[in-house]
């Protein structure tokens, strides 16, 4: 009998998941940008998993871009909106805790010229309000806080947060990485005051390789990956239907 305890590493996949997932890939395999049958079959595997995974967050689907993994979201979410918006400021805040995807990327904007402050937390592993209002600036453009640790568990309080951030600068953006909440909690974006929020599928029991990012309609953004001009020349590479699925199914 094996007994494994490492679930905030990665899960298990759902017997179910990998069921559809197996069909998708021996027989619906089509590239969801042909026109042909199996193309668009397997556009609408996308548009199925996109409307379910919506519903779950309560947004928009046109709002949901599929990546490869938790990390591609956040690097995608903090380089995309510090390129895009700064030239109204270039000051980036988020938590010395973060998981590496925040912090080496927050150490990459630094080296090209973005200023980044890195909040302490308590003895709970959270942030302190006032630290997060103090820390803020007219130059503040983003704001990146995890919702929980995937070390020790604390939860951020986001929707706190979300909204002294919003009082404080309307302009500047929220992002949260749910990698380790999304599935877990129940997170809704535009009632936390969040823009743009991170999850993945290999944490709630879908596969490996596939992640998700929410970006509120009004954010500016550039892409990080450029191609074929896939899911609103924002995310570029033909779509992974077997893991979006997977994802949603999971979900």
Do not use: W
Not at 3 to 17: G, H, I, K, M, Q
Not at 27 to 37: A, Q
Not at 56 to 75: A, H, M, R
């Amino acid at each position: 009998m094996e007994v494994y305890l490492d679930n905030s590493a990665t899960t298990r996949v759902f017997p179910e998941v990998a069921e559809l997932m197996t069909e998708i890939m021996c027989r619906d395999y089509g590239n969801p940008s042909s026109l042909h049958i199996k193309g668009v079959k397997a556009e609408q595997y996308v548009r199925s998993a996109k409307e379910t995974l919506a519903q779950i967050l309560k947004v928009e689907e046109k709002e949901l871009y599929f990546t490869s993994g938790g990390t591609e979201s956040d690097n995608m979410a903090l380089i995309g909106c510090a390129m895009a918006n700064n030239r109204r400021g270039n000051h980036l805040i988020t938590t010395q805790i973060e998981h590496p995807a925040i912090l080496q990327t927050m150490h990459y904007l630094e080296n090209l010229g973005y200023r980044v402050t890195y909040l302490p937390v308590d003895e709970c592993g959270r942030i302190r309000l006032e630290d997060l209002q103090h820390a803020m600036t007219p130059q503040t453009i983003l704001v990146s806080v995890m919702h929980t640790n995937n070390e020790v568990g604390s939860l951020q309080p986001i929707l706190e947060a979300g909204e002294l951030i919003k009082e404080k600068n309307p302009y500047t953006l929220f992002h949260v990485d749910a990698v380790q909440g999304f599935g877990k909690a129940r997170i809704y974006p535009k009632k936390m005051h969040i823009d743009l929020l991170s999850a993945s599928g290999h944490k709630i029991h879908g596969p490996k390789g596939v992640g998700l990012l929410y970006v509120g309609q009004k954010v500016k953004i550039q892409p990080i990956v450029f191609g074929g001009g896939q899911q609103q020349n924002l995310r570029s590479g033909t779509e992974n239907v077997p893991g979006i699925v997977g994802l949603a199914k999971a979900a």
